[in-house]
């Protein structure tokens, strides 16, 4: 059972930085893309931000642009660099990877690929 691991949440105040990491298995898909996604209580699973090998896309939601960051790292998943952290970033993140070719919704309503068990990230 492949799992991954994330680390990097906190407690910051509005305005803060967090720097939330993955490590995943060498080896998951040929095609593949690795992205955050987040959970604020009482609310749906939604997509933060994302990128695909091979193809030079990366994904930002709307609500983080300009503020968050997604990155290579060398445990061959991504970090997601938080700054300008609001209230309304607060949840549970997860770190995921999924076959590419897959619209973001598709990700999260079927839980397709290999997720974590979610860093928990609290702005006040």
């Known amino acids: 059972h492949v799992q991954l691991v994330e680390s990097g949440g906190g407690s910051v105040e509005a305005g803060g930085s967090l720097r939330l990491s993955c490590v995943a298995p060498?080896?998951?898909?040929?095609?593949?893309?690795a992205g955050w996604f987040r959970q604020a209580p009482g609310k749906e699973r939604e997509g933060v931000a994302a990128?695909?090998?091979?193809?030079?896309?990366t994904y930002y939601d709307d609500s983080v642009k300009d503020r968050f960051t997604i990155e290579d790292n060398a445990n061959y998943a991504v970090d997601l660099q938080m700054n300008s952290l609001k209230p309304e970033d607060t949840g549970m993140y997860y770190c995921?990877?999924?076959?590419?070719?897959?619209?973001?919704?598709?990700?999260?309503?079927?839980?397709?690929?290999?997720w974590g068990q979610g860093t928990q990230v609290t702005v006040s």
């Open positions: 060498e080896y998951t898909f040929s095609s593949k893309c």
């Open positions: 995921a990877i999924y076959p590419r070719g897959l619209e973001i919704q598709t990700v999260i309503a079927r839980r397709v690929g290999y």
């Open positions: 990128k695909c090998t091979g193809v030079g896309v």
